[in-house]
């Protein structure tokens, strides 16, 4: 696109910006879904990772180890905080180009307010997640955060919905329904579900309708593809956890589970055969959670 742009002079992205804004909002919203499952079962990982971490310090020094068992080592061992420092580092470096991106065209004079509301922001909710999750079990945080993210990915799945139907709208008019306003015209009345002439968050800035488009989705024109799709997301999630919930609690799920493992296996078969190494079953046993009778069966009693 940036080639494109100063070497043919051609404004590539404007034409295809839809597209664009449809599929990378599907695809967040699945890495937010998938990314969301991980999180609930951060707890239950929690003795797996002392024990992980617990090796890691208590390595013993190997005379005959190479330098890349060395770095290797260094990084286990010293996890905990490069991956912290590497995302701290990460979202200071963006800060800084996107303030300096956005304040290009603005006198040098605007920058320290700006900074500084965005630094004490930060700090406060900072503040407030570690006081919070001193008081708070670890599990409730988690929930409540995994809740938010998932109306997050939901609304992201919808817009990408919207505004691939919106590209499509966009073609039929010959050019873009947002200079049109909010309304006739700004829409297609054939695969409208509603539409008020007001409250458009992609006129103006959006103000705070702006802010719940991009958190929540909201549009103030919904058709039949982005209703349907913000359903259709969260029947899916209850199905995936259901059937999640299904497998600790009975054991591999029918059909699906056997064919996610030939997958697996054959994979692995795969990679042993081109890097000439043995093959290792790739499958671990599904861990399963044992009935509170069956655990007092031997002593007579009936746990309640």
């Known amino acids: 696109m940036i080639g494109a742009f100063y070497g043919l002079g051609t404004d590539t992205f404007s034409s295809t910006e839809d597209i664009w804004e449809g599929v990378l909002g599907i695809v967040a919203a699945i890495i937010i879904t998938i990314m969301g499952a991980a999180l609930l079962r951060v707890s239950k990982l929690q003795d797996k990772w002392r024990v992980k ?23 286990e061992k010293y996890a905990m905080f490069i991956l912290p420092f590497i995302t701290v580092l990460r979202e200071g470096l963006e800060a800084v180009v996107y303030v300096g991106g956005v304040g290009l065209g603005l006198p040098a004079s ?19 997640i570690y006081r919070g999750g001193q008081q708070t079990s670890m599990q409730i945080f988690l929930i409540v955060s995994t809740c938010f993210l998932y109306l997050v990915a939901a609304g992201l799945f919808s817009r990408g919905v919207w505004f691939l139907e919106n590209n499509a709208w966009n073609h039929i008019i010959g050019g873009d329904a947002a200079e049109t306003g909010s309304g006739p015209g700004s829409y297609d009345i054939r695969q409208s579900v509603w539409h008020v002439n007001c409250c458009n968050p992609l006129i103006g800035g959006g103000g705070g309708w702006g802010i719940f488009n991009a958190l929540f989705g909201w549009t103030n024109s919904a058709d039949y593809g982005s209703v349907i799709a913000y359903n259709l997301y969260w029947v899916s999630v209850m199905v995936g956890y259901g059937l999640m919930f299904y497998r600790e609690k009975r054991g591999p799920i029918p059909i699906i589970d056997p064919a996610i493992n030939g997958v697996a296996r054959a994979k692995a078969r795969t990679r042993a055969f081109i890097l000439r190494r043995p093959y290792e079953d790739p499958v671990a046993p599904v861990e399963t959670a044992v009935p509170v009778t069956e655990k007092h069966a031997g002593t007579g009693v009936l746990a309640l």
């Open 53 to 75: 971490l617990a090796k890691a310090l208590e390595h013993e020094h190997d005379p005959n180890e190479t330098n890349k068992g060395r770095v290797k080592r260094w990084l």
């Open 110 to 128: 605007s920058f320290p307010l700006a900074v500084f509301c965005g630094l004490l922001a930060g700090f406060v909710v900072g503040y407030i």
